[in-house]
């Protein structure tokens, strides 16, 4: 289907700008390969009527046919490899469905990948009408179900843990939240061992219900609430609208997280009782959730703050911008004064040099205070998010820790809009991440999505620029993009539908050494039994032969080395002396 795709598109370059001769060269090469494989599955159609006819005891006849269709879809699978590899890296991020409804989509999520037995197969769409709407991949409405908001949907978030039924919460303007389930697919049999169970629509048979309606300032309260652990003021401001929701999980219980425009945050169970609430600091709009283990992290606009979902408090942790670059000596370069001072080369005389005075310090952590849109995890690094910010800009964080542990550093900060950013003006970003690659929607004045490489993301480098193409949508309205962390990826076009993309792009993932291993192997108690093991093997070894040799003192240099430098060679030499 991405193949016959990737040539659709190029037909339609095609037809739009006269083609060059190398163009319709390859057009054709792909063509003729395309021709192949679809042979190769007529042979595989053959033999497996084949198999068919063969008797059920006829063992002989039904392997010669297993075999020989294995063989043919080995070589299919490298020739779609090897096509898919070939192809422009333009062709391989390629529109694959358009989702559209009567009223105007505002809100879409994927269903969970282990629900469903594959990502990106379904999502939700809510649209401003008030209604949910359940697609499949092809953008073919399955089911619909009104949602009972009077002004429709402003925000919505899809349980991403949950396996049988799933849970969907939506909220509109007035500050009402509604848990809308449905019923999940039906569980079938494994197909091998690398190929999970199709799942058909006319054998799951979806349904919504509405389970629960609730407001945040009019819900009852825990019992043995603490004062502290419920700051926010619902009763003298009353509703407003819900700008953000999550889902946190606590053991088997989920709880639902809720931000409005007013600066508040408040942790529900799902029948609507209030756990906690807080508010951020500075006020203002929270704009986007993102809850992982037992902390989340708020967008707002004076930048990320972080709430402590289990102990019900707000954090006063922010993340920080280091600065590596020593702003101090280019300053005092030119005001460096003679000095005369012994010299040590000759004896009785004196030598007159230019004393550079100490450089300045360098300066400590800065808290970053920008406004944040959106906020995107990485699919295969835990500690590692990207946020995008409201004004054209896109920050890779590093988030570590937890409760009040938690640490969040800026690793990058760079923008996509130049302009927007020397005159000021509001150009929100939204960001998603697929398998290897970070995208980023910049709506309002010229829609278009930036595409990054982040596979071999590390501090000293940079997101690597990939693919950059404008998109004809309904502009001066901020869009949305949601991925499924694998190749799926949807926006909305703000004219009543959303588009479907794919991206194929070639991902190699870090298998050897990646981030997270390698910051275990590196933990400074690892390194430190290590280091202690070496010294008692050679402290043993010195017993049986007298003393360690020249080889067993470099090694042991070299570990020390890794494990603190002086402060623990020093001991290791005096130990070894002993």
């Given at each position: 289907m991405a193949l016959m795709v990737g040539v659709a598109i190029l037909v339609m370059g095609v037809a739009e700008k006269s083609p060059s001769l190398?163009?319709?060269?390859?057009?054709?090469?792909?063509?003729?390969?395309?021709?192949?494989?679809?042979?190769?599955?007529?042979?595989?159609?053959?033999?497996?009527?084949?198999?068919?006819?063969?008797?059920?005891e006829d063992r002989e006849c039904r392997s010669a046919n297993l075999l020989?269709?294995?063989?043919?879809?080995?070589?299919?699978?490298?020739?779609?490899?090897?096509?898919?590899?070939?192809?422009?890296?333009?062709?391989?991020v390629y529109p694959e469905a358009v989702v559209e409804a009567r009223s105007n989509i505002v809100a879409i999520g994927f269903l969970p990948s282990q629900s469903i037995s594959s990502s990106g197969k379904f999502g939700i769409a809510a649209d401003a009408a008030g209604n949910l709407h359940l697609f499949n991949s092809s953008g073919m409405i399955l089911a619909s179900h009104p949602t009972g908001h009077a002004g429709g949907a402003s925000a919505l978030a899809i349980d991403q843990k949950a396996v049988g039924d799933l849970k969907i919460v939506t909220a509109n303007k007035e500050g009402e939240v509604r848990v809308h389930v449905l019923n999940?697919?039906?569980?079938?049999?494994?197909?091998?061992?690398?190929?999970?169970?199709?799942?058909?629509?006319?054998?799951?048979?979806?349904?919504?219900?509405?389970?629960?309606?609730?407001?945040?300032?009019?819900?009852?309260?825990?019992?043995?609430?603490?004062?502290?652990?419920?700051?926010?003021?619902?009763?003298?401001t009353g509703s407003s609208r819900i700008t953000a929701l999550d889902f946190v999980y606590r053991g088997r219980l989920t709880n639902v997280l809720v931000g409005d425009e007013l600066g508040r945050l408040s942790?529900?169970?799902?029948?609507?009782?209030?756990?906690?609430?807080?508010?951020?600091?500075?006020?203002?709009?929270?704009?986007?959730?993102?809850?992982?283990?037992?902390?989340?992290?708020?967008?707002?606009?004076q930048g990320i703050?972080?709430?402590?979902?289990?102990?019900?408090?707000?954090?006063?942790?922010?993340?920080?911008?280091?600065?590596?670059?020593?702003?101090?000596?280019?300053?005092?370069?030119?005001?460096?004064?003679?000095?005369?001072?012994?010299?040590?080369?000759?004896?009785?005389?004196?030598?007159?040099?230019?004393?550079?005075?100490?450089?300045?310090?360098?300066?400590?952590?800065?808290?970053?205070?920008?406004?944040?849109?959106?906020?995107?995890?990485?699919?295969?690094?835990?500690?590692?998010?990207?946020?995008?910010?409201?004004?054209?800009?896109?920050?890779?964080?590093?988030?570590?820790?937890?409760?009040?542990?938690?640490?969040?550093?800026?690793?990058?900060?760079?923008?996509?809009?130049?302009?927007?950013?020397s005159s000021g003006k509001y150009l929100p970003i939204s960001v998603a991440a697929v398998q290897g690659y970070l995208l980023a929607l910049s709506s309002l004045s010229s829609p278009s999505i930036s595409v990054f490489n982040i596979s071999q993301l590390t501090r000293p480098r940079?997101?690597?620029?990939?693919?950059?193409?404008?998109?004809?949508?309904?502009?001066?309205?901020?869009?949305?993009?949601?991925s499924d962390q694998h190749s799926k990826f949807a926006f909305l076009t703000g004219d009543r539908e959303a588009q479907l993309w794919t991206c194929k792009l070639v991902f190699y993932p870090q298998k050897d050494w990646n981030i997270s291993w390698f910051n275990t192997m590196r933990h400074p108690l690892l390194l430190g039994a290590a280091a202690m093991f070496f010294m008692w093997q050679m402290r043993k070894k010195k017993t049986e032969t007298g003393g360690p040799n020249a080889e067993d003192l470099a090694e042991l240099q070299n570990i020390l080395r890794g494990v603190g430098g002086s402060q623990f060679g020093g001991g290791g030499g005096g130990g070894g002396g002993g």
């Amino acid at each position: 289907m991405a193949l016959m795709v990737g040539v659709a598109i190029l037909v339609m370059g095609v037809a739009e700008k006269s083609p060059s001769l190398q163009d319709l060269r390859y057009a054709e090469w792909r063509l003729d390969e395309l021709h192949e494989v679809v042979k190769d599955q007529e042979k595989v159609v053959r033999h497996l009527e084949n198999l068919q006819s063969c008797g059920a005891e006829d063992r002989e006849c039904r392997s010669a046919n297993l075999l020989v269709v294995q063989k043919i879809k080995q070589a299919q699978s490298s020739k779609v490899r090897r096509i898919e590899e070939s192809m422009p890296v333009t062709d391989r991020v390629y529109p694959e469905a358009v989702v559209e409804a009567r009223s105007n989509i505002v809100a879409i999520g994927f269903l969970p990948s282990q629900s469903i037995s594959s990502s990106g197969k379904f999502g939700i769409a809510a649209d401003a009408a008030g209604n949910l709407h359940l697609f499949n991949s092809s953008g073919m409405i399955l089911a619909s179900h009104p949602t009972g908001h009077a002004g429709g949907a402003s925000a919505l978030a899809i349980d991403q843990k949950a396996v049988g039924d799933l849970k969907i919460v939506t909220a509109n303007k007035e500050g009402e939240v509604r848990v809308h389930v449905l019923n999940g697919p039906p569980r079938g049999r494994r197909r091998g061992a690398n190929n999970d169970s199709l799942i058909e629509t006319s054998v799951w048979k979806p349904h919504f219900e509405t389970a629960h309606v609730w407001s945040p300032s009019a819900v009852p309260t825990m019992k043995g609430l603490l004062p502290r652990q419920n700051t926010a003021n619902f009763t003298d401001t009353g509703s407003s609208r819900i700008t953000a929701l999550d889902f946190v999980y606590r053991g088997r219980l989920t709880n639902v997280l809720v931000g409005d425009e007013l600066g508040r945050l408040s942790q529900h169970l799902i029948n609507g009782t209030l756990l906690s609430s807080a508010v951020v600091r500075g006020g203002g709009p929270i704009r986007c959730l993102k809850a992982w283990k037992s902390t989340a992290a708020i967008c707002t606009g004076q930048g990320i703050q972080f709430y402590e979902t289990k102990e019900r408090r707000l954090l006063s942790q922010k993340c920080m911008r280091l600065s590596y670059v020593d702003e101090g000596l280019p300053e005092i370069l030119g005001v460096m004064e003679e000095v005369e001072e012994e010299d040590l080369n000759v004896s009785n005389s004196t030598r007159r040099r230019k004393k550079i005075p100490a450089s300045t310090s360098r300066s400590s952590a800065q808290g970053m205070e920008m406004g944040i849109h959106s906020l995107a995890a990485d699919p295969f690094n835990e500690n590692v998010y990207y946020a995008g910010t409201e004004g054209g800009g896109i920050l890779s964080l590093q988030m570590r820790g937890e409760k009040s542990r938690i640490r969040c550093s800026v690793m990058h900060h760079f923008n996509l809009s130049v302009s927007a950013v020397s005159s000021g003006k509001y150009l929100p970003i939204s960001v998603a991440a697929v398998q290897g690659y970070l995208l980023a929607l910049s709506s309002l004045s010229s829609p278009s999505i930036s595409v990054f490489n982040i596979s071999q993301l590390t501090r000293p480098r940079l997101p690597e620029f990939v693919l950059f193409f404008p998109l004809e949508v309904a502009g001066n309205i901020p869009l949305q993009l949601v991925s499924d962390q694998h190749s799926k990826f949807a926006f909305l076009t703000g004219d009543r539908e959303a588009q479907l993309w794919t991206c194929k792009l070639v991902f190699y993932p870090q298998k050897d050494w990646n981030i997270s291993w390698f910051n275990t192997m590196r933990h400074p108690l690892l390194l430190g039994a290590a280091a202690m093991f070496f010294m008692w093997q050679m402290r043993k070894k010195k017993t049986e032969t007298g003393g360690p040799n020249a080889e067993d003192l470099a090694e042991l240099q070299n570990i020390l080395r890794g494990v603190g430098g002086s402060q623990f060679g020093g001991g290791g030499g005096g130990g070894g002396g002993g």
